[in-house]
């Protein structure tokens, strides 16, 4: 039995590793390196373009339950990211380099996946599908889901943080810590008086912005606002944004800064670091003027610029069913971002539970039934409610889950019950994958 996975990226990856799990045959499909996206680099499998992050690891949070959910259902990505995993305080970061090297010669190495580097152009319907291709999908490509769909793209603008060498920071100036004392010091954080916060909000709100294609207008989602269009919002946004100064203290003065950028490792190794929350479609030069700003990175050499690049999604609520599945025959799934699934682990996830039921449809074994309670259903949900007429895209958060029959005021608390909840719940989830005890 086989069946065909188009894309290479995090959903992609996923979908065909637990096809193979059922004893599917995949053909998978990834265009790198014959075509690469506006965004894509790297010739391997499952890249990075945006943050190393996939956020945070304690289960009491929705992305820590996330990925315990994935877990549960036999994901491949999981535990790649943890055997790759940089220092990053309580958020589970990833080498991205490392990453993609792991997962890539996992499904090379996979007897039942073969690997095709090439450019689809359209949909076999003859053969059972699910497409992976992302928000970047190709323009040929995407005109043949419309055409199949009947269904207009929408379309936003993603944006991706500049990233600095370590050699080129300035460590007299900034001071290592996570927030609140979570973890171990695995942030660089760089601290702003008053004066020169309002400096630097100056220069980046009159700076000059690339120019961008395909549209005259702009739609960002907010999880990747650029920072330059946040900080127009008002004079303090970025200070109760990504440059938060709370539950950080500067040693050098013993108080809490006015405002703090703050730095994340690339990679194991430390030497590039990215500036958390500056995605940006400023020009190259500009941003070298303005972040070079910031106390610490006067003299920064940039790895790499922020970047801004289009992403497409379709309309899933008129398409697709709770299963990710086309309405319509023979089967054909979507996952990832191009579903309207916002962020790494959730599209990665969208591809596993993708390839869980294209599995067990082709099998005949009965559907895999998540439980309410859990953030998968709340996503699976999200994507496939027909009430839903202004579809945006949705991450993981604990506000998507049914509340709890007991009210429980303090935050933490009622976060860890909600987790405990569906992990409790999943149980009878796992029982029903037939290869699901021998991986434990």
């Not at 995090?10 to 506006?38: H, M, W």
């Not at 330059?228 to 203290?249: C, H, I, N, Q, S």
Request: with cysteine; net charge negative; hydrophobic share 40%.
């Amino acid at each position: 039995m086989k069946a065909v996975v188009i894309g290479g990226g995090l959903a992609g990856c996923e979908a065909a590793n637990i096809l193979t799990r059922y004893g599917i045959e995949v053909l998978l499909y990834e265009q790198k390196p014959v075509q690469f996206s506006p965004a894509h680099k790297s010739e391997g499998l499952a890249e990075l373009v945006c943050s190393n992050s996939f956020k945070a690891s304690r289960i009491g949070s929705a992305a820590g339950l996330l990925k315990e959910e994935m877990r549960l259902l036999c994901s491949l990505l999981v535990p790649c990211a943890e055997q790759t995993a940089v220092p990053a305080g309580g958020a589970l970061a990833v080498d991205r380099e490392a990453f993609s090297k792991l997962v890539t010669e996992i499904i090379e190495n996979n007897p039942r996946i073969t690997l095709v580097r090439k450019e689809v152009t359209s949909i076999d319907r003859t053969l059972p599908t699910i497409v992976a291709t992302g928000p970047l999908t190709s323009d040929q490509l995407t005109e043949s889901i419309i055409a199949l769909t009947g269904e207009e793209q929408l379309s936003f603008y993603d944006a991706a943080a500049p990233i600095v060498t370590a050699d080129s920071i300035d460590f007299s100036i900034v001071f290592a810590a996570s927030r609140y004392g979570r973890g171990e010091d695995d942030y660089l954080n760089c601290p702003m008086d008053k004066e020169e916060y309002e400096a630097f909000y100056d220069a980046l709100i009159s700076a000059e912005r690339a120019k961008l294609h395909d549209t005259d207008t702009l739609s960002v989602y907010e999880g990747c606002m650029p920072v330059e269009v946040m900080a127009k919002r008002g004079k303090d946004t970025l200070r109760f944004g990504p440059l938060k100064p709370v539950g950080l203290w500067d040693p050098k003065t013993g108080r809490r800064p006015y405002a703090v950028v703050q730095l994340r490792a690339e990679n194991a190794d430390r030497t590039l670091y990215n500036l958390v929350g500056f995605q940006t479609n400023l020009k190259f030069g500009e941003q070298k003027r303005v972040f070079s700003m910031i106390p610490g990175l006067q003299n920064a050499e940039f790895a790499r610029y922020g970047v801004m690049h289009r992403n497409t999604f379709l309309h899933s609520p008129s398409i697709l069913d709770d299963h990710f599945r086309f309405l319509g025959e023979p089967p054909l799934y979507f996952a990832g971002q191009l579903t309207g699934v916002e962020g790494y682990m959730e599209s990665a996830a969208s591809g596993l539970l993708c390839g869980h039921h294209l599995a067990r449809e082709l099998l005949g074994l009965a559907p895999l039934s998540l439980p309410k309670e859990s953030m998968l259903y709340a996503l699976s949900y999200h994507i496939s409610d027909p009430t839903v007429k202004d579809f945006q895209p949705m991450g993981a958060n604990m506000g998507v889950l049914p509340p709890l029959e007991e009210r429980i005021k303090d935050k933490r608390q009622r976060y860890e019950a909600l987790a405990e909840r569906s992990i409790r719940a999943f149980s009878k989830v796992r029982e029903s994958i037939p290869f699901a005890k021998a991986a434990e």
